[in-house]
Structure formats: C-alpha cells, structure tokens
Nanobody, 115 residues
C-alpha cells in the first residue's frame, strides 16, 4: 500500500520558518512529480508548490520567494521549506505524488501561523 507520511506541522509565529517533509513508500519515487497543497478552513485545497522528477519547480504566487521545495530521491522524501510565514499561510498541508493519471495524498499536517 502506498504511503505518504508528512512530518508534524505546528504553531509558528509570523515571520518564522518551518520545514515540512513527506516520506513516500511503495512508489517509484524518482518518477513522480511531488507536490504540496494546502487547505484553509472554508476554502478549497490549493497548490503550494510542485517539483518534477527532473527537478523543475513551480510555486503559487502567494508563496514565491518565501517557500522552497526540494526532493531527495535517495530518501524518497520531499521537503517544503517555509520562511517568512504569514497568518494567511495557516492551513492543513498535504503532500501529493503524481505520475500520469495516478495520484496519492498524504494525511495532512496542520500549520498554524499566529502570535
């Protein structure tokens, strides 16, 4: 069974940083486009960032310049480094693995940005 296991999120003050990780198992990780999405209360799930098998990255406009995404194919892990966090970044963050028409999701991890 495919598993995407996200690290714990947490409570961070505005302006702070947090790194999320997502460890994948039972997939050919290096072939997959990996991504992070988020869903705030009352809102639809939205793209945060993706990284292709070749390392090409894409970011939502709202996080450009503040977030970075990276992957370690040897560890089957994708990372989301979040800097200069804002209250509007508060959401449940989900890891996603996608290849062709196949997609898998993690269980989600809560990130709260508040003073």
């Amino acid at each position: 069974q495919v598993q995407l296991v996200e690290s714990a999120g947490g409570l961070v003050q505005p302006g702070g940083s947090l790194r999320l990780s997502c460890a994948a198992s039972r997939i050919s990780f290096s072939m997959y486009t990996m991504g992070w999405y988020r869903q705030a209360p009352g809102k639809q799930r939205e793209l945060v960032a993706t990284i292709t098998s070749g390392g090409t990255t894409n970011f939502a406009d709202s996080v450009k310049g503040r977030f970075t995404i990276s992957r370690d194919n040897a560890k089957n892990t994708v990372y989301l480094q979040m800097n200069s966090l804002k209250p509007e970044d508060t959401a449940v963050y989900y890891c996603n693995a996608r290849w062709a028409i196949t997609a898998y999701w993690g269980q989600g991890t809560q990130v709260t940005v508040s003073s």
